[in-house]
């Protein structure tokens, strides 16, 4: 041993088998350190690409923290990507066409159905099923070839919303049908003082969303169970016909210019006292609050009423999120579960709260989401929202409900404004309300045909 | 001699040397390329390709983008051209073009005449025209919109206040015209006026002085010295707005979306309407492949009728 020539590894005098002992040692203790440990930062890699169309400050701001605490997590980047929302379907397509599709999408049904014929998205069932389809309201959820494509979390309602003050200083009581609805605006429209009833919007893609909820409310149908457009039907043109009559009617007590009222104008409109109801959701409380807090407790909430009383109607617009099929679907199906698992999705609907209608009933009995300052200061307005999922005594109507199931054709009735240009050429009368009727029953059949 | 046929043989390059090299030489050639080739590359790129690519769709029907397309011959051509919408877009978009061009060139004079006199202030007035050229189309349709609003805009306030009333800029046809070619106008005038000055000051004061001595009054000197000068310049201002008010996209687009109804859409507006929200690329890149046929047409035709002199 005496002449044994030492290895150069072992020159710290350290035996060899003590030295393999504790290699063994700290090797063995890094597997089971690693096996019950939590994942360590950058464990994994991965950019998870996201488009969002909801461009709300606090949604921005919310979304790029959230994609930090989701990095120092997990290790996977996540990139967004915000754009306007009437640039959603332009972008989503393109991004497709161009090789490079989004892993997470923030948008709308009508679109998700559409990526879902081409095969583009994963489908969210099982997602669902586990948070448990019970818990979504009415029309919330919509099968597509048997599966759920797009997880809502905005209901979007579009109602109406007046001056408590200005209905009480005239005696004037929320109308039941559309004979009082115009006794209403009769009543509230002063345009000598610059005053006006009501602020609608007649032209531009938003009308569809934003002024439509008088057509659902007269059971005006464009589509039957067989996808043949019935709009000009013997059942449905006289209900389309009273609608823009009466629409027409309306037109005659909004600022000047309907035609030119645009989302912006809706809600400033009603903010500055410019018109007494306005439509829109709980983004004009909002709106309130910023420019006008004098208002916060003198408006209230309703839904549009029928043509002869009954039940009345909302708007739905819904907005969700779908995973697109990607290389990167697994990292993506996993940042969502882990974005319900961690009430992200409460701190989400948080950034604009009383914009973001929650689509799950348990939202509502959430605390996180109840003790919000807003949400408890207008408590009274979000149980009137919340009522409108009660499909008793309200429709939530929309384009996206026309025809026998969720179809590309709803897109396509929305973006080729259709609903507008049907206002528009009574409003400019450039037809009676029956060939305005006729005309937009054949441009629906020309593009449904093609398709 | 050893001394002379030195200096011969420094002073005069050999006679083969001189007759091989050509336009450019071989090494001279490599580099010409590898400058150009950034630029060609570029050009093919974002431009070559793309055209090629929208003139190969004309030819298939698809509903989206993702949607496998299937081909159709000339079918989308002929649908479009039977379509009246087409038409009606086709004579909106001439309507236009020669509209703002006629206003820009005959405002662009007057402005540039103006500019050319001497005057105090006047590199400050030079400035201060270029001003809306250079900012970006999208504030410039903002800000006018702003100044247009039925409820709050700036005229609107004025027209009310001396009794004529708000005008709604753009819910009737002939508002939505005047307004877009108003800040069409307002916004590209600036480019005719400072090209126009360019052309102006190339012109030698001894011509105006020879006229002047020769008793050509302020009227006869622009007819006859001013205005022959300016006409290539003309020429190819003309050609040039043209081919840019036709199809002019952003302006129309940004302040009415074609509308009321469709009675400001032209052909760029009716191709990205078709493309992209009624999901028909065919139809849409058929529409826009006849704008740039026609647009290479009247280009054709133009410099026929006003060919431009070599010198």
Sequence with gaps: MAGQRPSPLFSTAMPRRRFLHTLGAAGGAALLGSAGMPQRVYARKGTIRIFNNETDPDTIAFLKAMAKTYRAETGVRVKIETVPVMQTVTKVTTAIKAGRPYDFIIYFTNLAILLAEQGQLVPLTDIIREVGEDDFGPRALRLFQDDYWLYPYDYNFNYLLYRKDLFAEKGLQVPNDWDEFLEVLRALNDPASKRYAITLPFGGLHTNWGNTAFLWAAGVQFYDNEWNVVLDSDDNKPRAIRTLEFLAEVAKYTPPGPMEASLKDMLINFSSGLSAITSYTGRAIHTIEDRNPELADKYGIMSYPGPDGGRRAVTYGDDGFSIGKTENSELTVDFFRWFLATERLIDYQLTVPLHYQPTQFSTYENEKWRSHPLIEKHWEAVETMRGFMNTDTTLAGSIDFQGPRPSPNHARLAIAGVIPKMYQRVLMKRMTPSEAVDTAAEEIRDFTTRS | ?311
């Excluded at chain 2, 001699?1 to 040397?17: C, D, I, K, N, Q």
């Excluded at chain 2, 206003?103 to 006199?117: D, E, N, P, S, T």
């Excluded at chain 2, 129309?252 to 990205?272: F, K, R, S």
């Design chain 2, 1 to 311: 001699m050893v001394t002379l046929r030195r200096t011969a043989s420094v002073a005069l390059p050999a006679p083969r040397e001189v007759s091989s090299a050509g336009p450019l030489e071989r090494r001279d050639r490599k580099i010409f390329l590898a400058f150009l080739a950034p630029g060609m590359l570029l050009g093919i790129g974002a431009l070559f390709i793309p055209v090629i690519y929208a003139i190969q769709l004309s030819f298939f029907h698809a509903e989206s983008f993702i949607d496998e397309p299937t081909f159709v011959g000339l079918g989308n051509y002929i649908r479009v051209f039977s379509e009246p919408r087409y038409w009606q877009a086709f004579w909106h978009g001439l309507f236009y073009a020669v509209a703002t061009v006629a206003l820009q060139v005959v405002i662009g004079i007057a402005i540039a005449l103006l500019l050319h006199q001497e005057f105090r202030g006047r590199n400050w007035l030079r400035s201060a025209a270029l001003a809306p050229y250079i900012l970006p189309t999208v504030v410039v349709v903002y800000i006018w919109k702003w100044l247009l609003n039925i409820n709050y805009g700036i005229f609107n306030v004025f027209l009310e206040n001396v009794g004529v009333g708000p005008i709604a800029w753009f819910s009737s046809p002939v508002a939505a015209w005047f307004s877009i070619i108003f800040v069409s106008v307002w916004y590209w005038t600036p480019f005719v006026t400072i090209t126009f000055l360019a052309a102006l000051q190339t012109i030698s004061d001894d011509l105006y002085d020879a006229a002047a001595v020769d008793g050509a009054n302020a009227w006869k000197r622009l007819i006859h010295i001013t205005l022959p000068v300016l006409k290539p310049v003309l020429i190819v201002i003309v050609m040039l707005r043209t081919i840019f008010m036709f199809n002019k996209f952003d302006i129309v687009w940004l302040m009415t979306n074609g509308g009321p109804l469709t009675t400001t859409e032209h052909l760029p507006i009716l191709a990205y309407v078709k493309t992209f929200d009624m999901f028909d690329i065919g139809g849409g890149t058929a529409i826009a492949t006849s704008i740039f046929v026609f647009l290479a047409l009247l280009i054709w035709i133009y410099f026929r009728m006003f060919p431009l002199e070599e010198h």
